[in-house]
């Protein structure tokens, strides 16, 4: 089970940083992805990052002003925006997706075999 935390509102141009953390299973294995949805619109890659940690792709919309992170130690990914924008609105999910050892990860959703229920961001002022 994933589960995110760190959502919330915030004004144009603030910071928010995004949790993700997993029970049952261990994220060392795993490629990580973040992943958001706004309303009417379809599931988008936001950032990815492989199960060594080594490789990092990011949408061209959020390059930049995104970082995604992992520490295996704790079993967690994180999300840090900065220079947030109104279209950045949406819930954010982060997923997995087992690629042990490996150099890979995918901005493609259909790709990720685990999800966690989202948690939404919201950037307004």
Avoid at 25 to 50: D, H, M, T
Avoid at 109 to 118: C, T
Wanted: hydrophobic share 35%; charged share 15%.
């Amino acid at each position: 089970q994933l589960v995110e935390s760190g959502g919330g509102l915030v004004q144009p141009g603030g910071s928010l940083g995004l949790s993700c953390g997993a029970s049952g299973f261990n994220l060392n294995y795993y490629a990580l992805g973040w992943f958001r949805q706004a309303p009417g619109k379809e599931r988008e890659g936001v950032a990815c990052i492989s199960s060594s940690g080594s490789m990092t792709e990011y949408a061209d919309s959020v390059k930049g002003r995104f970082t995604i992170s992992r520490d295996n130690a704790e079993n967690t990914v994180r999300l840090q925006m900065n220079s947030l924008k109104p279209e950045d609105t949406a819930i954010y999910h982060c997923a997995a997706v087992l690629l042990l050892m490996s150099r890979l990860c995918y901005l493609g959703p259909a790709k990720y075999d685990y999800w966690g229920q989202g948690t939404q961001v919201t950037v307004s002022s």
